[in-house]
């Protein structure tokens, strides 16, 4: 799974390291001081190369690389290395003209050619990226002078704007090379704020303030973003003046002492993911009824603690928000169950010809959260009358047997274009045997036609009626058992300034998306 975003290397020996360095036996680089921000936060990603992450990045690919366009503090499309950008009124041509002077991080003055050779690059890459599914419709791409590039689309793609926000790949560095060249995605190079300049896999990322920056240097001369895989880990480094700042649990909220606590919304969700494949779901019926087995507002007072909503669909937070959603009903999961030919057994169980209804839930056991949702989830079916299974999986483990899990607590959404929230997850030519991110080989005509109805389009009402029965398809034939979405809270130092509210992405990614503004006051 090496094309797989912001997916945490969690070996047990890593956790271990994190508990060492808690008590100050760890090598790390000097922290809260002469401008430096240490930030610690879970999950490490697999590469910083952004062509192969998906819709979701990490704080290091969000600071040292930049996109044609960028997303202000509504998550609305702005000018990026484009300074500006004109597109046809039938939605096929595009033509972006460069910020004059930026430079990459190398000294090397970035061009058209260096966009013209990431968008192929990444189109051409097919499974080995996510993201080349943004690129499909491009027919051409064409430079005719060096701060002009020029798109030509076989068809509309409304989300066109939000995929250029991708950073930016440099062809004089990777010109010749895969994309999956491994050395590029440990030491990348490119034209954002800050530079990649130490990384120690499973410990830290060191990024140094880039003089030549577009915008002008960065008010931090430092940022180290510090893999803590546990919970409890973060907070004991958070408490003991190791890092200065955290990713924290809901649990942990009110214990930063000495720290300003930022919470923020998210797009960010979690949900019980169906593994199509498994013959017991075969039955829209019986997922039909675990939705409406499980109390998403109980799971939000006793787990999410109040730091988040209970979940209708995949779009709650979003302008195209249509999801009617399930209520907790057992009179209703007794209704689907009984006319999809179930009965209940001695035990109380829901079975049809000896056979219950049963899978294993799992999650990554390294995740509290996830843990802690699976376990309450799992009580309620249980008492509802499906056979499940608990039971966490190390991270490594998951990552290995995508295809193998039964049902997972799977976390998911972006704040931008709803086509980088749905497609890929819903979308049947994206399953996993396909290479994508639809990990539950999930299909429906109805859902994929929607969605391509919503990307294909740039009339804001024929959108809004495709997203509307997009969600309407996933409520009749749901994929995952909806739970809730999250806020995602991070306790900071109390005289760090610029820090900014907006709506963040799938694990409060986002965060640093203007950290070039941060300073010590």
Avoid at 298 to 323: C, E, H, Q
Avoid at 355 to 383: H, P
Avoid at 412 to 424: E, K, L
Wanted: charged content about 20%; glycine content about 8%; overall charge positive.
């Amino acid at each position: 799974m090496v094309k797989r975003p912001v997916v945490a290397v969690m070996a047990v020996a890593v956790v271990v390291a994190a508990f060492a360095s808690a008590c100050g036996q760890g090598d790390d680089p000097a922290s809260g001081k002469d401008g430096v921000l240490t930030y610690a936060i879970g999950d490490e990603p697999e590469t910083f190369n952004p062509g192969l992450q998906d819709e979701h990045t990490d704080p290091v690919t969000e600071l040292v690389f930049r996109g044609l366009t960028r997303h202000d503090k509504d998550n609305r499309v702005v000018p990026g290395l484009a300074r500006s950008w004109q597109v046809a009124p039938d939605g096929k041509s595009y033509t972006f003209a460069l910020r004059p002077g930026v430079k990459w991080q190398d000294g090397r003055p970035f061009t058209a050619d260096d966009v013209k050779f990431t968008i192929e690059t990444v189109k051409n890459a097919g499974a080995d990226s996510p993201l080349s599914r943004n690129f499909a419709m491009v027919r051409s791409v064409t430079t005719p002078d060096p701060a002009t590039v020029r798109l030509e689309l076989d068809r509309p793609f409304a989300p066109m704007l939000d995929a250029l926000s991708m950073g930016m790949l440099p062809k004089h560095l990777l010109q010749g090379r895969k994309l999956t060249d491994p050395v590029f995605g440990r030491q990348p190079v490119g034209t954002g704020p800050f530079t990649l300049t130490t990384y120690k896999p499973g410990q830290y990322a060191e990024l140094t303030a880039f003089d030549g920056y577009y915008e002008g240097r960065p008010g931090l001369k430092k940022i180290v973003i510090k893999y803590v895989p546990d919970d409890s880990a973060r907070l004991i480094q958070l408490r003991n003046g190791e890092v200065d700042a955290a990713n924290l649990a809901p649990q942990q909220a009110g214990k930063a002492t000495g720290h300003r606590v930022e919470v923020y919304p998210t797009a960010d969700y979690r949900a019980l993911m169906f593994n199509m494949t498994n013959p017991v779901f075969a039955d829209r019926r019986v997922r039909q009824a675990m939705n409406h087995a499980v109390d998403r507002d109980a799971i939000t007072k006793s787990v999410v603690l109040g730091y988040g909503s209970p979940a209708k669909g995949p779009l709650d937070t979003s302008p195209y928000a249509a999801a009617p959603g399930f209520a907790h009903d057992p009179a209703k999961v007794g209704e689907l169950m009984r006319s999809a030919g179930y009965a209940k057994n001695a035990q109380g169980l829901w079975a049809k010809d000896g056979k219950t209804v049963r899978f294993e839930l799992s999650t990554f056991a390294e995740d509290s959260l996830r843990v802690a949702i699976l376990n309450v989830a799992a009580t309620q079916l249980k008492q509802q009358g499906f056979d499940v299974v608990p039971n966490p999986r190390p991270r490594d483990w998951v990552r290995k047997h995508w295809g193998d899990l039964q049902m997972f607590v799977v976390g998911w959404g972006t704040p931008y274009d709803p086509d980088s929230s749905v497609y890929g997850p819903f979308a049947s030519s994206q399953a996993l045997s396909k290479g994508g991110s639809n990990y539950g080989s999930y299909a429906n005509p109805a859902a994929d036609k929607a969605l391509e109805e919503g990307r294909s389009t740039l009339d804001p009402a024929k959108r809004k009626a495709a997203y509307t029965a997009f969600q309407q398809a996933l409520q009749d034939d749901p994929p995952f058992v909806w739970i809730a979405y999250l806020k995602t809270i991070n306790a900071v130092p109390k005289n760090l300034t610029g820090p900014a509210q907006r709506t963040l992405g799938h694990h409060g990614y986002g965060f640093f998306w203007n950290a070039e503004t941060w300073r010590y006051n």
